[in-house]
């Protein structure tokens, strides 16, 4: 299951690689490296809370018992820090998101401030970009509110 969802959210990095390759004013190689980069924390953050869950049958109350089941070349000093605005990712810790069924996104983790209007968010989906609009109109865990 975790090696599926990571196996789509690096299709979904090619598929804007390629996007932005086919458009003249598309992205700059160092655009596309970081996208690359925060999907690539964002599924070890999720490849490590999966495995939390599947071992312990509860989900991580912080970043420090998650960091025990990080994927083994992963640095939790950095893994937990956007590439992009250098802040720590809002994470919803504790969640069960197995417990959750939604055809909206249910927001797990994402970047605190948005770059061009755009965030990448960990969703019970896996790691998507959404618009500030798309965003706002995601799923939260119960008293959890968005970032804008």
């Known amino acids: 299951m975790v090696n599926l969802i990571q196996k789509v959210s690096q299709l979904f990095v090619v598929s804007l690689a390629i996007s932005a390759a086919a ?5 700059s190689e160092n655009s596309q ?13 999720q490849a490590a809370y999966m495995e939390c869950i599947e071992k312990t049958d509860m ?10 089941f ?4 992963v640095e939790a000093d950095h893994v937990f820090t956007s590439a992009r605005d250098g802040h720590p990712y809002v994470i919803h810790w504790g969640v ?15 970047e605190k401030t948005a770059k061009d209007g755009k965030r990448f ?10 618009s500030d ?15 804008l």
Request: net charge negative; hydrophobic share 35%.
């Open 23 to 27: 458009c003249s004013n598309g992205p």
């Open 33 to 45: 490296k970081e996208a690359e980069a925060e999907v690539n924390r964002l599924n070890a953050i």
């Open 59 to 68: 989900p991580p109350a912080g970043k420090e018992e998650l960091a025990k």
């Open 70 to 73: 990080l994927p083994a070349g």
């Open 96 to 110: 069960d998101f197995r417990k959750h069924q939604s055809q909206q996104p249910f927001v797990l983790g994402y």
């Open 121 to 130: 968010v960990w969703t019970g989906f896996g790691v998507l970009e959404m």
């Open 133 to 147: 609009e798309e965003f706002s109109n995601a799923e939260f865990p119960p008293g959890e509110k968005n970032g």
